[in-house]
């Protein structure tokens, strides 16, 4: 093994068009990552190698590798074996949302889905979760970008790539609403639906669950009790066993009909005790700004 790739940290990024590759890069670009967006497949190895020959000066790479290169692209899955096969470590970071979100945002940008040719957007993007199904699986973590704000991906990108965040484990706690939709990068996803409704008072109706009238009326049910103890010992049980088979993310997410009162106040209350016990977290409310709707 050579000096320089004991330290070199290899990060492929890759994913759906349209789920924010560009903005990845650039936000790893400024942590100091040296990045090269659609590099050929065929080139990996070699890239590599010139990286752990650089005496330090490049002890952590980004590529961006995606169906832009066409029949290229297919060379990835053999690239990918030459790197295990000399056992050179690597993460592969997968972006993808929604379909509803893809189309807006290729609407709004007016740029040519890379797979459009004689297809309709909608036939592009379910083609290219086709040709990308077995990439997702071998990935190290996966993100949805669909209800991401800029600023809260560049948050979520800093605590696990910064200098201070690579290699740690972090929890990403999200609320959500039924209604709206599971989020797609779950691993865990928790049900509270269960839990007395706050909407049906008409004082909480438009409140949301980061209120304190609200926060009270979920907590103090001996239902909730109950259930957060379990789930909290459900989690503190998992979460060494995630941690030994390598996974450097978590997400849980925590639902309830319109992600506006319960599982925002569940959320918040169990990330608040994992940070307790000593782990990274990050928490979102995915739905909370949509309180205004009914639920």
Same mark, same amino acid.
């Given at each position: 093994m050579?000096?320089?790739?004991e330290k070199l940290h290899i990060l492929i990024i890759?994913?759906?068009?349209?789920?924010? /590759? %560009?903005?990845?890069?650039? =936000?790893?670009? !400024?942590?100091? @990552? @040296? =990045?090269?967006?659609?590099?050929?497949?065929?080139l990996l190895l070699k890239?590599?190698?010139?990286?752990?020959?650089?005496?330090?000066?490049?002890? /952590?790479?980004?590529?961006?590798?995606?169906?832009?290169?066409?029949?290229?692209?297919? !060379?990835?899955?053999?690239?990918?074996?030459?790197?295990?096969?000399?056992?050179?470590? @690597?993460?592969?970071?997968?972006?993808?949302?929604?379909?509803? *979100?893809?189309?807006?945002?290729?609407?709004?940008?007016?740029?040519?889905h890379p797979l459009s040719d004689r297809r309709q957007l909608t036939e592009a993007i379910q083609l290219e979760r086709r040709m990308l199904e077995e990439l997702r699986g071998k990935a190290n973590l996966?993100? !949805?970008t669909s209800g991401l704000s800029p600023r809260l991906l560049k948050d979520k990108l800093q605590s696990l790539y910064s200098e201070s965040g690579t290699g740690k484990f972090t929890v990403n706690i999200a609320s959500f609403g039924y209604k709206w939709g599971i989020p797609l990068d779950s691993d865990i996803v928790m049900d509270v639906r269960?839990?007395?409704n706050p909407f049906y008072d008409p004082h909480m109706r438009m409140l %949301?669950?980061?209120?304190? !009238? *609200?926060?009270? @009326? #979920?907590?103090?049910?001996?239902?909730? /009790?109950?259930?957060?103890?379990?789930?909290?010992?459900?989690?503190?049980?998992?979460?060494?066993?995630?941690?030994?088979?390598?996974?450097?993310?978590?997400? #849980?997410?925590?639902? =309830? %009909?319109g992600?506006?009162?319960?599982s925002v106040v569940l959320a918040d209350y169990v990330a608040g005790h994992l940070k307790k016990m000593g782990y990274n977290v990050l928490t979102r409310h995915r739905d909370v700004a949509k309180y205004k709707m009914e639920e």
């Open positions: 050579e000096k320089n790739e890759t994913g759906l068009s349209g789920a924010g /590759k %560009t903005q990845v890069i650039n =936000c790893l670009e !400024d942590m100091g @990552y @040296y =990045c090269v967006d659609n590099l050929p497949p065929a890239f590599v190698e010139l990286s752990m020959q650089s005496e330090g000066r490049v002890d /952590k790479v980004a590529l961006v590798i995606d169906v832009r290169g066409g029949e290229f692209f297919s !060379d990835l899955t053999q690239s990918l074996q030459e790197l295990e096969e000399d056992r050179i470590p @690597y993460e592969i970071l997968f972006l993808e949302a929604s379909d509803d *979100v893809l189309i807006r945002r290729f609407k709004e940008s007016r740029r040519r996966v993100i !949805d269960f839990l007395a %949301t669950g980061q209120d304190r !009238d *609200v926060i009270e @009326y #979920v907590l103090d049910s001996p239902v909730t /009790k109950s259930f957060t103890r379990r789930f909290l010992n459900l989690l503190k049980y998992l979460i060494p066993y995630y941690v030994q088979e390598g996974k450097t993310n978590l997400a #849980v997410s925590i639902g =309830c %009909t992600g506006q009162h319960r």
